[in-house]
């Protein structure tokens, strides 16, 4: 077990380093810095752009190679160098991560609790009208994309504080409102309208997925022996359903859980532009059309070891949950 | 069953000549036979005649602009009304939607070959061309997808599509091909293949004749969900300028232009996003259907 999660990590490792150079590499070589100061006015003299890029590790004068080995070297030290503007990405990318990760983190846990209990709900009642409903349902929501989605949500809910409510109740841009004075209390209210929309846009999609996983492991699970062992010596129905056949049906869904996690640190990127949150996404976005060459790099980094971390955290959970995986 | 008991049951059947239904029939019949598959295959065959005859009765083409017109709700000129351009809602959906349609149907089609190759490839000769192979696999799983083909944008303009389109691919293949790899693996063991191994069969023709024929109902079933896994990110991409460059217009320049003006302007918004919400629902009740179709241990009533 040892050795083998040894050659895991270490694979992982590399992996995580020939991603992060393949896309400095192509970042650098595809976006052009240089055109940042082309309209400014007045504009600055070549040599100072040359002096500016070249303390940046931007300049494309530099060959490639060059500025590769510079940026490396730095990395290895933990210094993921700076953006255009000057300021260290690292400090940047810390902050929007916290943001990030409080989107992500309400979001996921809603989606995958509701999915859950929908997809179990559904499986009991196999061929039954909330089966069907469900089902249906998850169709339609898989074939709307977030941005689709995201879009609806916003127009959803200005409708609704114009002719419903009559005062905003869902807010639809950024995490907090800038310079509110109302207290701990109002603060938290205020977070809250910020955070709905955003959350049941994220959430939509992961319930369709989870309500289907989980029906499908249910389904395999309802018929097995243990179960009917249970229903024989005389556990309600209840007890068998819920301590026997769902805790069995969760392990996959807990290890597809872990792995989500993961790849949404990065995933929400659709969901953060559009409500206007400052986190990893909208920066990866912005750093594309800003011509941002390191602070692109640094979130691949980030992606790339997010996406590892999580396929080995769910491989471990799938591990520790699952005898039959430590046996074979 | 005994021996005599099969041979009772064949003169009952009318004698061995007698050939059993060829399996594409069979799955096709179980196909038509699902609601899902019928409806499915309706409206997917109308937003194709929609996408490809609708603008022959359109008076207005997809460049044209109205100056007389500029954000018009639908009337008789304009079925749909216009945008802010002057440009006539109708034209540029199904503009729109002819380019999504063909971009996800090519980038499935070369993403599920690619899946279907590696994977055969991989699992079939196992050793260095496996390790290499699966790397690889890993590598693509772990770049970031949407980065990649944002930063590669610049080069998608002006009619270069088609480079698009195999970026495209080239992120949708990763998951499917190790699952062919599985399957070949338990495939080479079989008694055929061995057989054709022993007749001095190239490793390559094997791969083409017998394993990938045999794994044919995945790769049918992949290449249709890829359908809508494609137009869902050729929307993300193009929704924020890094897909199908203007002029061309695709879903995601669409919904882009139309959520900016949605609030006063209902038409450019949800026109176009209901189409795109029908297809792809269209084209995965096709997959799901296809899959029932194909899967022997699918209950064929309910």
């Not at chain 1, 062992?229 to 359903?241: D, E, F, W």
């Amino acid at each position: 077990m040892a050795g083998f999660l040894a050659r895991r990590l270490l694979n992982s490792l590399v992996l995580v380093a020939v991603a992060a150079s393949l896309a400095y590499l192509l970042a650098a070589a595809a976006l052009d810095p240089r055109s940042n100061y082309a309209d400014r006015t007045p504009r600055p003299p070549a040599a100072v752009v040359d002096a500016q890029l070249t303390a940046l590790n931007l300049n494309d004068r530099t060959p490639l190679i060059q500025r590769y080995a510079t940026w490396a070297a730095g990395v290895l030290h933990g210094d993921f160098g700076r953006s255009v503007t000057g300021s260290p990405v690292g400090d940047d990318l810390r902050r929007r991560a916290g943001v990030t990760f409080r989107l992500v983190l309400l979001g996921l846990v809603f989606g995958s609790l509701a999915g859950v209990a929908a997809g179990a709900l559904a499986a009991i009642g196999q061929y039954g009208w909330f089966d069907r409903l469900s089902a249906g349902l998850s169709f339609v929501v898989l074939a709307v994309p977030v941005v689709v989605l995201a879009n609806m949500l916003i127009l959803a809910g200005t409708w609704a504080n114009e002719r419903l409510l009559g005062h905003q109740v869902f807010l639809v841009s950024g995490e907090y409102s800038d310079g509110l004075d109302a207290g701990f209390w109002g603060r938290a209210v205020d977070r809250l309208q910020h955070l709905l929309l955003p959350t049941v846009s994220l959430s939509l999609g992961l319930v369709a997925v989870f309500s289907r996983y989980q029906r499908n492991m249910m389904l395999d699970v309802l018929g097995a022996d243990y179960v009917r062992t249970a229903r024989a010596k005389g556990l309600s129905r209840r007890a068998a359903l819920v301590r026997h056949a769902l805790r069995t049906a969760l392990i996959p869904v807990v290890t597809y859980f872990a792995f989500t996690f993961g790849v949404l640190l990065t995933g929400a990127t659709f969901t953060e532009k559009i409500f206007g949150w400052h986190g990893l996404g909208e920066q990866l976005i912005d750093s594309i059309f800003t011509n941002d060459v390191n602070t692109v790099a640094a979130v691949s980094v980030l992606a790339a070891v997010a996406v590892l971390c999580a396929s080995l955290a769910a491989d471990l959970l799938h591990a520790a949950l699952d005898p039959r995986v430590r046996a074979g | 069953m005994t021996l005599s008991e099969e041979q009772f049951a064949e003169d009952l059947t009318g004698g061995p000549e007698r050939r059993p239904p060829s399996r594409s029939r069979v799955v096709a019949r179980r196909f038509l036979a699902a609601p899902r598959g019928r409806a499915g295959l309706t409206l997917l065959g109308l937003l194709f005649l929609l996408a490809f005859a609708g603008p022959l009765v359109s008076p207005w083409s997809y460049t044209d602009r109205d100056f007389t017109a500029f954000l018009q709700p639908p009337s008789a000129a304009h079925w749909l009304g216009t945008l802010q351009t002057g440009a006539d809602v109708f034209a540029v959906t199904l503009r729109g939607m002819q380019k999504s349609l063909v971009v996800g149907l090519l980038a499935a089609l070369v993403s599920t070959a690619l899946a279907a190759l590696v994977g055969a490839f991989a699992g079939y000769f196992l050793g260095w061309t496996d390790r290499t192979l699966t790397w690889l696999t890993d590598l693509l799983l772990v770049l970031p997808a949407f980065l990649v083909l944002a930063v590669m944008s610049p080069l998608f303009g002006s009619g270069a599509w088609v480079l698009f389109v195999v970026m495209l691919a080239l992120f949708l293949w990763m998951v499917t091909s190790k699952i062919v790899r599985g399957m070949t693996v338990s495939l080479k063991r079989r008694e055929f293949v061995q057989a054709a191994r022993f007749m001095g069969v190239p490793p390559v023709t094997i791969i083409f004749r017998h394993v990938l024929p045999n794994l044919s109902s995945l790769l049918i079933v992949d290449a249709t969900l890829n359908v809508s896994a494609a137009i869902l990110t050729e929307t993300s991409l193009s929704y924020f300028g890094f897909g199908i460059q203007p002029p061309d217009v695709s879903f995601g320049t669409l919904i882009a232009g139309g959520a900016r003006t949605a609030v006063y302007a209902p038409w450019t918004f949800w026109f176009v996003a209901g189409l795109l919400v029908v297809t792809v629902l269209a084209v995965n009740l096709v997959g799901d259907a296809l899959r029932d179709a194909f899967d022997p241990s699918a209950t064929r009533t309910r």
